[in-house]
C-alpha cells in the first residue's frame, strides 16, 4: 500500500492487449480470480451490484470506478464461460493463461492466493488491499469528492 500498481498488459478476451495504465484517472479494483475458485465467484455476485453503483462516481483525485480482472486460470473456455455466468459486465478482462502459480502477473503482485484484490486510486497508486463486499464499499464511500 502506497506503492504505484505496477502494470499489467495482456491479452484480453477478444486476444486485442488490454493495459491497466490505461485507466489512470478512475479507481480501479484489480481483481485476481480463476473459473474453478468457488469464493472466487460468490465475491463476483457481491462486486457486480458495486461495480453498477460507482461505475460513474466523480471521486476526490478519480473519474469512476471499474475492475481490471486478472484470470489465472489455463482454460480459456472456461474463463470466457464464468464471465458470462457470473455477468461481469466490465471490459477490462485479461488472462495469460499460465495458472495461479505459474503467471506473470500473480508473481509481480504476489498473489499466491484467491481471491485476492488490489485497489488502486486515480493516480496509480495502491491504496487498500483484499477489500471486498461492504468494506470495498466503505472505502469507496470515503473517496467521493
Not at 484517472?25 to 469464493?39: E, R, T
Amino acid at each position: 500500500i502506497g506503492d504505484k500498481a505496477p502494470d499489467i498488459t495482456e491479452k484480453g478476451v477478444n486476444g486485442e492487449p488490454v493495459e491497466l495504465e490505461s485507466l489512470r484517472g478512475k479507481i480501479v479494483l484489480i481483481d485476481f480470480w480463476a473459473s474453478y475458485c468457488g469464493i472466487c465467484r460468490s465475491r463476483h455476485k457481491e462486486l457486480v451490484p458495486l461495480y453498477e453503483k460507482y461505475k460513474d462516481t466523480v471521486f476526490r483525485n478519480a473519474n469512476g470506478f471499474t475492475v481490471f480482472s486478472v484470470s489465472l486460470d489455463r482454460n480459456r473456455e472456461r474463463w470466457i464461460n464464468a464471465i458470462e455466468r457470473d455477468g461481469l459486465k466490465w471490459p477490462y478482462q485479461v488472462s495469460d493463461l499460465e495458472g495461479l502459480f505459474s503467471s506473470k502477473y500473480s508473481k509481480t503482485y504476489k498473489a499466491l492466493m484467491i481471491p485476492e484484490n488490489y485497489l488502486i486510486d486515480g493516480d496509480g497508486v495502491i491504496i487498500g488491499k483484499n477489500l471486498f463486499g461492504e468494506e470495498l464499499e466503505r472505502v469507496l464511500q470515503q473517496m467521493i469528492k
